[in-house]
Structure formats: C-alpha cells, structure tokens
C-alpha cells in the first residue's frame, strides 16, 4: 500500500508564504486524487486543495482559493505541492495530505462541493502550519 509522508511545514507572519509537499512512496498516476486537508484543535477536519494525479484537475476550498496552489510531479514517486500565499492566522492547523483511490476528489452537496475525508484512505502523519499575526 502506499505510504504518504509530508514535510515544509513551519511558523510564518501573516501574509507569508509557505509550501508544504507530499512524497508518495510509489508512482499513483491515474484515476486518482491527492488533496491537502487540514485540522486546527476543536475544528473539523477541511478539505482546502485536490489535484487529479492523472488529468490534473484541481479543486480548492472557498476559504483558499486565489491564494492556495496545489500541483503534482511524477516521477518514480509522486509528489504533490500545496504552495500557501497570503497566509492568515486562521490557516493555522495541522496539513494532512491524503490519497483517494478510484473515487471522485470532492463531493457535491446542498452546501456546495467539498472535499470528503471519507474518500480518502490513505493519509501522512501531518505537518503543522502556524501563522501569526
């Protein structure tokens, strides 16, 4: 099974700018997504960026969307990109990344499109993202 492991995470001032990455432990090219999620203590788990690894379709999340920026390069691995501008306070969170195999990268609901957890199976340890204002 594959193994997701990220890393970049880090302390940065309001309207800073990080990236975080995600290094598959093999190639998933395909019909498959990778997303970014992220988790702040009390809060739900949030879907925030998916890319298709195959067509390379992205979706972004209302609250980051014209400052996130999720891409992808295969190679032997797969690594995916979620570069974070304009940083906010409350983008303050642990960043998961997470792969979904065969299933679609959000879902469409009442509320909108949103990124399901429970359509992605395989998840990295997490990386802490804080931002200070």
């Known amino acids: 099974q594959v193994q997701l492991v990220e890393s970049g995470g880090g302390s940065v001032q309001a309207g800073g700018s990080l990236n975080v990455s995600c290094a598959a432990s093999?190639?998933?090219?395909?019909?498959?997504?990778v997303g970014w999620f992220r988790q702040a203590p009390g809060n739900e788990r949030e879907g925030v960026a998916s890319?298709?690894?195959?067509?390379?379709?992205?979706?972004y999340a209302n609250s980051v969307n014209g400052r996130f920026a999720i891409s992808q390069h295969h190679a032997e691995n797969t690594f995916v990109y979620l570069q974070m501008n304009n940083l906010k306070p409350e983008d303050t969170a642990v960043y998961y990344c997470?792969?979904?195999?065969?299933?679609?990268?959000?879902?469409?609901?009442?509320?909108?499109?949103?990124?399901?957890?429970?359509?992605?199976?395989?998840w990295g340890q997490g990386t802490q993202v804080t931002v200070s204002s």
């Open positions: 093999k190639n998933i090219y395909g019909s498959n997504c």
């Open positions: 890319i298709t690894t195959g067509g390379g379709y992205t979706f």
């Open positions: 997470a792969a979904s195999f065969g299933r679609s990268c959000y879902d469409d609901g009442p509320s909108g499109a949103r990124m399901n957890p429970i359509s992605y199976t395989v």
